[in-house]
């Protein structure tokens, strides 16, 4: 028979277990500091880049608020503080800077939202049915962008793709799953499969 007492010892033996296994040292589970970056998580990291629409909120401020593209030199130009560089920066860190911008004289305690609101567009090429250039949308993976470029051609590789991103000069393969997600500014390239 269970007492008390040694049932309040296994509790504490339980969850003294439970707290050494959720005691990572600042690690998400399945997360490692050596390892490689996963594709997902790669898309999770938004950077701002040119042909990005962006609209900026600047509250209590309408004249200064509004919505702007970023240019090829990698900027947006706003009222009152002129060119400000977007190119690269997440939304918060555009946010940020605006602020810090502003708040040097031009606005007291300035709070400031960015967000995009149209993405800059993906390509995509090879065993489609009509390549090109199509708007991005949130949440997009390769099995969408082909869907919307008219599916894959009889010679389509089915298993790979090729993907360039727009901040790098390499392409790189992957198994094309279901979950292979597409960032603002891709490149996707579907293969011949060899018979």
Known sequence: MLTLRSFLVTLAVVFALMVTACGT???TA???????????QLATAYALGSSDRLRVTVFGHPDLSGEF????????????IGQMRAI?????????????????????NPRVSAEVINYRPFYILGEVGRPGEYPYTSG?????AVA???????????????????DSDQEIAYDLTPSTVVKPGDTIRIGERIF
């Open 88 to 108: 690269g920066l997440s939304t918060v860190e555009l946010e940020t800077a605006i602020a810090e911008r502003l708040s040097d004289g031009y606005v007291l």
């Open 140 to 144: 997009l993976t390769v099995q969408n």
């Open 69 to 80: 593209e970023v240019d090829g030199s990698g900027s947006i130009s706003m009222p009152l």
């Open 30 to 40: 399945g997360a490692r500091e050596d390892g490689p970056v996963t594709q997902s």
């Open 148 to 166: 919307a470029a008219g599916g894959f051609t009889y010679r389509a590789n089915k298993r790979a793709v090729f993907i360039k991103s727009i």
């Open 25 to 27: 040292s600042g690690q």
